[in-house]
Each structure stands twice: as C-alpha cells, then as structure tokens.
T-cell receptor, first 115, second 115 residues
Framework: GEEVAQTPKHLVRGEGQKAKLYCAPI?????VFWYQQVLKNEFKFLISFQNENVFDETGMPKERFSAKCLPNSPCSLEIQATKLEDSAVYFCASSQSGTGNYGYTFGSGTRLTVV | GNSVTQMEGPVTLSEEAFLTINCTYT??????LFWYVQYPGEGLQLLLK?????DKGSNKGFEATYRKETTSFHLEKGSVQVSDSAVYFCALRTTGGGSNYKLTFGKGTLLTVNP
C-alpha cells in the first residue's frame, strides 16, 4: 500500500516492562527510519535501515533499545525495561531512496506512555 | 554537523492573513530542504520540498524558495485558513558528509488560525 502502517496506535507500559512497536513500510521503499518525538515537538533520530541491514544507529540508546527489519515482516522497535523518560510518540518513516530528492513518508505514530 | 533553526512561535493569525515562518539551516554538503506539517494527533505529512538552490517548492497555496546565499527556506502563504492550523517543521537531508540520509528537523512552529 501507499502508507506506512504503525501499530499499535497507543501503548501503555509500567516502568520496567517491555514495549514493542511495529512498522510496515511502503512496498518498494528501501529505507526505514525511526524517530522519537518528545515533549515540545522535538524529533530525535533513533535508527535507520537499508532493507534489513542497519544503516545508521547513532541515535539509539543501545542498552535498552533494539530494532529489526526482517524480510517479509514488519520492522520492529523494542524497548526493554521502559523508563518514564521513554514516554513519547515514535514515528516510523520509509523512503524510496537514500538520495535527497525523495522525502520520507511517515506513519501516524505509536504513542507510548510509561507509567 | 547539520542543523535547522526555525521561528518557534506560537504564531496566531486571523483567517486570510499572510503567513511567513522563517527557517535557516547549516549543512555539510548540498542539502535537500523540506517543510512538513503535523495536524493534531497525526503524523507528519510532506508539504513541499526543494532539492537545489533557487528551486521553489509549492503545494496547497504554500511556497518556499531554497536560498543558498542566505541558507534559508522560509515558508509563506498568502491567505491562511482555519484548516491550516497545525505544527510546521522545516527539515533538511544531505546525502554526504556522514549524514546517512536522515532528516534533521527544526523544533516546529505551532500555527493557529482564528476565524
């Protein structure tokens, strides 16, 4: 389809619990990006994939965050042992190419609330 | 590194007023420039883009011109509507210098248009 599908839309977890978020990119798009939108609208880059390979993971807090993009499956972002500060909206985006001529298509996000 | 600075707002206008949201950038390499819009509770939608100097992006009455000499990409609309109320993000993407194709966002500008 022509949309990036993110599930679930909302997720509530107790502090210390695991959270797993999913993203189905647009078919044919080679690049997938994960962003975290925190209070006051700021977007923080987390990780990107080129097909199933990690392309750039410089934004990932590696001790608790992990992500995968496996063939024929939605991409996933997993947070082990969530903390209050992980409360945010997590957006996935896909792009046809790595060149700057293409914008991203964003999903509608997963709102994670850690209580 | 790359960075985007945009007027933080909030911006409040009456319907049919003229809109300008300023955006300036610093970048290594030759960036492509984007404006994204986020309506309440939704993901990001690409509003317009420009991929080289002097290009003008336009969509839905919004325009922005890529000005390399002033490193700017200001968003304008001649006559805003209530339905334009949203948060607007300026962003850039470079394809070299270790940027790894990720978008760098400004902090967003909240626009409220009153009837």
């Amino acid at each position: 389809g022509e949309e990036v599908a993110q599930t679930p839309k909302h997720l509530v977890r107790g502090e210390g619990q695991k959270a797993k978020l999913y993203c189905a990119p647009i078919k044919g798009h080679s690049y997938v990006f994960w962003y975290q939108q925190v209070l006051k609208n700021e977007f923080k880059f987390l990780i990107s994939f080129q097909n199933e390979n990690v392309f750039d993971e410089t934004g990932m807090p590696k001790e608790r965050f992990s992500a995968k993009c496996l063939p024929n499956s939605p991409c996933s972002l997993e947070i082990q042992a969530t903390k209050l500060e992980d409360s945010a909206v997590y957006f996935c985006a896909s792009s046809q190419s790595g060149t700057g001529n293409y914008g991203y298509t964003f999903g509608s996000g997963t709102r994670l609330t850690v209580v | 590194g790359n960075s985007v600075t945009q007027m933080e707002g909030p911006v409040t206008l009456s319907e049919e007023a003229f809109l300008t949201i300023n955006c300036t950038y610093t970048a290594t390499g030759y960036p492509s420039l984007f404006w994204y819009v986020q309506y309440p509770g939704e993901g990001l939608q690409l509003l317009l883009k420009a991929t080289k100097a002097d290009d003008k992006g336009s969509n839905k009455g919004f325009e922005a011109t890529y000005r390399k000499e002033t490193t700017s990409f200001h968003l304008e609309k001649g006559s805003v509507q209530v339905s334009d109320s949203a948060v607007y993000f300026c962003a850039l993407r470079t394809t070299g210098g270790g940027s790894n194709y990720k978008l760098t966002f400004g902090k967003g500008t909240l626009l409220t248009v009153n009837p």
